[in-house]
């Protein structure tokens, strides 16, 4: 990892378009500011981890799932306090085979 | 769709079999958290889990992430938001929260923090993590 010692004020460049400034350093706390352009995500690592984590748990095989939805998507048909979000993705559907 | 288009067949162990049209792939640039090289998808809908669907990995069948539909109303998305995904704000967005099963009690509950944001015309897809940290990651189906 490189290493770097900065001043408030003084700031790093990441490549061609990334700056990251020290803005201010008070006890323990360090306020950065990051310029980025919009398609860069910038996140807090726990954040990131927590969301990764989540699409993790959701993507792996849990038991009683499908139940689980059908389930819930039977509960979700039967309120229909408004209509639900329009949804003009095209999805694939089961094959008839 | 031309019967070639209808030749592709995506195999899900979860799932079972789905047809799909080169049409039907949406890309993620960026992949989505946890799954970083993950660019393509399909979603798979199954009629007795709508509105719910899947959001399929095509180079990893076994990965396929339940997705339900919500108004961008319910997430606080603002147009902003949607620029800083590099998605066109004049484009009929759809906004999707991730869907589990939540730890207690078994039931389902929906990411509200981190939607899925997919452009059906350009098929671009991503995930926004949203700035509000009052957003549940583990939310129960709105009432």
Known sequence: ?97 | MTPLDAALVYRSPKLGDFSYGTEDVIRFPQGIAGYEQLRQFVLLARDECAPFMFLAALDRPDVALPLVPVAPATLDVRPSRAALASLPTEAPITYYAVASIRPNGGEIGVNLRAPIVINPETRLGCQVILPDETLPIAAPLPA
Do not use: C, F, W
């Open chain 1, 1 to 97: 990892m490189l290493v770097l010692t900065r001043r408030i004020g003084e700031r790093l460049r990441i490549g061609p378009d990334i700056e990251l400034v020290v803005l201010d350093v008070r006890g323990r706390d360090v306020r950065l500011g990051v310029s980025a352009p919009s398609d860069v995500a910038i996140h807090r690592e726990e954040i990131y981890l927590k969301i990764q984590d989540a699409n993790r748990t959701a993507a792996a095989d849990q038991p009683g799932l499908t139940d689980a939805l059908a389930r819930a998507a039977r509960t979700l048909r039967r309120r229909t306090p408004e209509p639900p979000a329009t949804d003009r993705t095209r999805s694939a559907r089961p094959s008839t085979h």
